[in-house]
């Protein structure tokens, strides 16, 4: 590894000779401006902020931010892994940071069937939902392909869980991921009859990629942080619990499902961690016994934070369940907490997911300047469970359920009779 470039700190009276850490607000306007230290840099903002206001350089986009930090950086970086905070002075709620570079945008195949947002992260479809009754029925043939993109789903969950392992990056979690969406389904009964053409468009798209110009395939969520983490450089150590949240685009349909890991035998050790997930599976699966035609939206959160409150955690407020068919995200909104306002009532043929995030401590959260992370505000475990749902005549559908060998699964929870049964 080569040496860092010396310069020298520009901080008031200061000028030291080696100075690598730089302003953030500067590093988004396009300028260079070293300082020694976060001392010095505090000491020196009422002078230094100055030079924002002289620039007429417009912040960069979201998307723009992101593809540039897959590329070298001025930042300072780990000398043995050569990873880098990117908001070195973002105030983080609890020990985990983001390891940046990320990887490069990963390629798929040119005749992949795409959703209307893979090429400019706008999902226009969206955006016409209208009415919050307005929920979509779907007919046989419809929910023919609901079964059939959610059994892929739980393949590519189900693959991705597999590799979970202390050493492993988050990014070598989103590239198995990544693989096995597209290719699901390459295999067709008698597809050596079909044409080139037809075996590509019949693989599967993941979901999350460049959904509002997120950057990566699946959300690989750790520890303290919610949900919609970004995967990275970070290595999983042994004592992590890690959220896999895989969605997949497939025939026009659109199947989501997430569960949450423990990393090593540390994390299954710790009472309060195994608490929080096994919190989170069983809360699930109390709100899906709910489920059937006459339930009302609103009622799924009223179970959901009961048994969270009697095992002393707290339910996120901020995200919420929500219908998935042709569209990612549609009508009806489930929220995950007591007392909500939510509108509708379940009939047979709509498809929708619950997926409680479940929290040691604070139910509140911040989301990192990457506009997509977000973590507890006190920096606890959070953990999370989600399945799609279809409303039977009868009933529900679990249509992303587990199958026999499927990775992870229940543990018991310390000092707690745990008799519910898990999602």
């Known amino acids: 590894m ?6 020298l700190c520009i901080g008031v009276a200061c000028a030291k000779p080696i100075s690598t850490l730089q302003c953030p607000t500067c590093l988004k306007l396009g300028k260079e401006s070293f300082f020694c230290s976060q001392e010095c840099f505090k000491t020196s903002w009422s002078e230094h902020k100055i030079v924002h206001k002289q620039s007429t350089r417009k912040n960069p986009t979201l998307l723009r931010s992101l593809k540039d930090l897959t590329k070298p950086t001025p930042l300072p970086t780990d000398p043995e892994t050569g990873n880098f905070d990117p908001f070195p002075n973002f105030p983080y709620t609890g020990s985990l940071r983001p390891a940046y570079p990320l990887s490069v945008t990963r390629k798929l195949p040119p005749s992949i069937r795409r959703p209307d947002y ?28 609901m079964r059939k993109v959610c059994k892929l789903a739980r ?3 189900d693959i991705c869980a597999a590799a979970v392992r202390p050493g492993i990056t988050t990014d070598e979690l989103d590239e198995i991921a990544h693989k096995a969406c597209i290719e699901r389904d390459v295999l067709l009964p008698c597809a050596q009859k079909l044409s080139l053409l037809l075996i590509l468009s019949a693989q599967s798209y993941p979901s999350p990629l460049n959904y509002v110009n997120f ?4 959300c690989t969520s750790i520890n303290e942080v919610i949900c919609h983490g970004i995967p990275d450089q970070r290595k999983l150590v042994d004592g992590d619990i890690i959220n896999l949240d895989i969605t997949l685009y497939h025939g026009g349909f659109h199947g989501d499902i997430n569960e ?15 608490r929080v997930v096994e919190t989170s599976r069983d809360c699930l699966g109390e709100a899906i016994k709910l489920v059937k035609p006459g339930m009302l939206f609103r009622d ?12 002393n955690c707290s339910v996120v407020r901020t995200y919420i369940g929500h219908g998935v068919n042709q569209l990612f995200h549609c009508n009806p909104n489930v929220p995950h907490y007591a007392k909500n306002k939510a509108v509708g009532v379940a009939k047979p043929g709509m498809c929708f997911t619950i997926e409680p995030m479940i929290n040691l401590g604070t139910y509140k959260d911040i989301t990192w300047p990457d506009k997509w992370t977000s973590t507890t505000t006190d920096g606890k475990m959070s953990a999370q469970f989600e399945h799609t749902l279809l409303v039977t005549e009868d009933g529900v559908e679990v ?11 229940k543990i018991p929870i310390p000092g707690i009779d745990t008799k519910v049964e898990g999602g």
């Open 2 to 7: 080569t040496a860092a470039t010396q310069r």
């Open 118 to 145: 893979s090429e400019d992260g706008v999902p226009r479809s969206e955006q016409t939902r209208g009415n919050p009754r307005n929920i979509t029925i779907l007919n046989a043939e419809e929910i023919k392909s």
């Open 155 to 157: 393949e590519v969950l």
């Open 215 to 218: 950057p990566k395939s699946i």
């Open 260 to 274: 949450t890991y423990y990393v090593g035998d540390k994390a299954k050790a710790n009472p309060d961690t195994v």
């Open 300 to 311: 799924p959160g009223n179970v959901i934070e009961k048994l969270a409150k009697q095992r």
């Open 399 to 409: 249509l992303t359920a587990r199958f026999p060998d499927s990775p992870g699964g």
